[in-house]
């Protein structure tokens, strides 16, 4: 450990200066630590499906809402891979099963629930390659797969496009495999790699599914879609797989369904021809399974790269919490495509303008000189757009959750006091991010200035107010107009929204700060879900980066009387908070006499105490507080609330880390 960092934190620092600031390639991941990777495919609100550390499809959650632990039936990718002269291998192309090798954890658990052992319908029982490498580099993964018993290694790169500034291609719903076959034999290798896919349109509520082939102008693939639901229903919805492959074989169902004859067949017939025998014509029944392989022949050594791209849309969002319960919206992927085969008709041919987009910022992202394991955690909170923490309206507005429960959202409404964390689509898509400043400030603003901090839906439901204001939420949305303005400069957005902005900033003297000294007294709710009493940093910084926002905007506009107030209330709550709030070391909070709140924390060390100042940094807004009592309360924080593991420390609430984490 250097002099600096003892220095500047007051205790040692268990790493390195060269651990701490480390470049390089983004890590890979094999053995055990495959276990917990799900890396999200899809577009922003489309729901996602997950590629898993073995190279597995797992985690469908392209149903409008989350649905973790969900896989179809007999949807995998396999090999056929055959030598010349010798006999041919199979293998689904997916790493070993790893422990503990129990049943299937997700809805009817009959005959493939804990005690039946790995599911049969996943090709559990089949060879898997003996040696999988996973690495990630966000918008796209790769998995290596390799096996001295297999003529050809498999390098599977998986992604969807991911092109800042152009919400509408990033919001795509596909997955794309671009699948490279490598023959490492000294003989030619005929080879086919293939895809099944259960149709599982009209989810939970499978019935009358049909598979139909489709050609296109330099592509081909099987559609899926449901005749059981009403193109208006929540469960109506489609699915494709297409392929540019020319030299195909595919099958819309299988010969025959009952006890394990779908592995057998897969194993028999494919897995011994490398082609797929199977019925052409698919008509209606419950979830039949199709599949598409893509066939070639390589030479000792050559490589070849092929690929399969898998659409869905599903265009119907149900509302499957709260009041009123069942309500239901096109989603705004279902405004622009007519169906899955329209989005991967759309790929298909706008594919090289799409990757080479995307391709271009993750190729500037990862140039970046910030170090390895930042770069991870940035771009792992990227990929939070692609999962369904978040949805777009209609008319485009991106409409997000705080997180995900398995099944359903977790903390609905764009949570201003949640949300006002994030940054990621502010710089990458402004547009979207101005959209929820608009619907925030046209719906959940009342006239005396309280905003509610989460907003209702169907869209264009206005805010029942019938809670507190969140504080740090109602400050961090005037804080993220000045942001998105800074960003856009659009100075007539600015001037709709400049008089709800005052509004909902001026709301401080109404319920928080009364006697307009800078210092937030009463309750201010919170991000913690609790309320705080009395003057404290953590909102209260948050409201002094406001008024500096407010101030900015105010004179810009001309709007010189406010401007100038702001600054007042300003001056006086950055003096006033390093006189009474600040330690020595540290911002604390004041509790009111006579109050017994639950959760206040006084004297201790709270993380977010200069929250206000990260932002206020970031926006260009200027100093808080005493910049060096900042540094000190930064350094404080790392040396009272920094563990170096948990192997001694007890934590009776939300767990985040264990051991030696």
Known sequence: MSEWQLRSTGRPVPYSDEELFAMGPQKSYRGEHLREIAFPLGGIGTGCVSMSGRGRLVDWEIFNRPNKGYEPDYTFFCLYARPEGDEPVFRVMEGRLQPPYQGYSHGAQMYRGFGFGPPTAFGSGFLRFADCVFTGYFPFCRVDLSDPTVPVAVS????????????????????????????????????????????????????????????????????????????????????????????????????????????????????????????????????????????????????????????????????????????????????????????????????????????????????????????????????????????RLPDGTLYGF???????????????????????????????????????????????????????????????????????????????????????????????????????????????????????????????????YGPETACGSMYLAALRAGEEMARYLGDQQAAEEYRRVFESGSRLSDEKLYDGEYYFQIIPEGVDAPYQYGRGCLCDQVLGQWHARMYGLGDLYNPEHVRSAIASVYRYNFRDDFFGHHNPHRVYALNDD
């Not at 991010?433 to 905003?451: N, P, S, T, V």
């Open 156 to 391: 599977t790169e998986a992604w969807s496009p991911f092109i800042p500034l152009n919400d509408r291609d990033s919001s795509l719903p596909v997955a794309v495999f671009d699948i490279t076959l490598r023959n490492v034999t000294d003989r030619p290798v005929d080879a086919t790699v293939a895809l099944g896919l259960q149709n599982i349109t009209g989810w939970p509520e499978l019935g009358e599914n049909v598979n139909e082939w489709v050609e296109g102008e330099g592509w081909r693939g099987i559609f899926m879609r449901t005749q059981k639901h009403p193109p208006d229903s929540p469960r109506y919805g489609t699915l494709a797989l297409l392929t540019y492959a020319e030299d195909v074989t595919w099958e819309l169902r299988p010969e025959e369904v009952g006890w394990f004859r779908i592995n057998e067949l897969l194993m028999d017939d494919f897995g011994t021809t490398g082609e797929f025998s199977g019925p052409k014509d698919c008509p209606p029944s419950d979830g039949p399974v199709a599949h598409l392989g893509i066939k070639v022949r390589l030479e000792p050594g050559e490589a070849a790269t092929r690929t399969l791209l898998l659409s869905w849309l599903m265009p119907n969002f149900e509302k499957y919490w709260g009041e009123p319960f069942g309500a239901t919206w096109r989603i705004w992927q279902a405004t622009v495509w007519a169906d899955a085969l329209d989005v991967g008709r759309y790929f298909l041919e706008n594919r090289e303008r799409l990757e080479n987009g995307t391709r271009r910022f993750a190729e500037a992202f990862y140039s970046s000189t910030l170090p390895t394991y930042v770069l991870d955690a940035v771009s792992s909170q990227m990929a939070i757009l692609r999962t369904p923490t978040v949805t």
């Open 402 to 532: 705080e997180g995900c429960h398995a099944s359903g959202g977790c903390c609905e409404g764009s949570c201003t006091h949640v949300w006002a964390y994030a940054q990621t689509m502010a710089y990458l898509f402004p547009q979207l991010e101005r959209g929820m400043r608009e619907i925030d400030f046209k719906y959940d603003l009342r006239e005396d200035g309280h905003m509610q901090f989460r907003m209702e839906l169907p869209p264009g439901t206005y805010a029942s107010h019938n809670f507190h204001a969140a504080a740090d939420g109602q400050m961090g949305n005037v804080l993220r107009t000045y942001r998105e303005w800074q960003i856009c400069g659009d100075d007539e957005w600015l001037r709709r929204l400049w008089p709800s902005v005052k509004k909902a900033l001026e709301y401080a003297w109404v319920e928080w700060d009364k006697d307009k000294d800078g210092l937030l007294e009463g309750i201010h709710h919170n991000t913690l879900d609790i309320e705080y």
